[in-house]
């Protein structure tokens, strides 16, 4: 089975947003995936990316292939980074619970 990360269209009409998705190649474009791992919403300015760079960069190792747009969203959000640097699983994620962490203390200095 190919695996490929793409954008799986939502929202309402004339208003889209995206989850970018690991799905089975075959599959159509909102139909069945395997596993969500991140959303794309491009009508916010900026535009909003969202991604789990541990998911995605699991795929990857485990040969999904992104499509060129989903790429783009990788190497903006620095997931492709993570994946050429070739951190492990769970120093991504100790990495990731680490900046969510220093968000809620920077919610807490705020408020």
């Known amino acids: ?33 395997i596993e969500i791992v ?31 747009r989903v790429k783009k969203l990788l190497e903006v959000s620095g997931a492709w980074a993570d994946f050429e640097s070739g951190k492990t699983k769970e120093e991504l994620e100790a990495a990731a619970e680490a900046a969510k962490a220093a968000e809620v203390a920077a919610a807490g200095a705020d408020a």
């Open 1 to 33: 089975m190919a695996v490929r990360l793409r954008l799986m269209r939502t929202g309402k009409k004339k208003q889209p947003s995206y989850r970018i998705v690991a799905a089975d190649a075959r599959s159509p474009r909102d139909g069945r995936f």
């Open 38 to 68: 991140g959303t794309y919403n491009p009508r916010t300015e900026p535009s909003e990316i969202r991604v789990d760079s541990a998911k995605a960069v699991g795929w990857l190792r485990n040969g999904a292939q992104p499509s060129e």
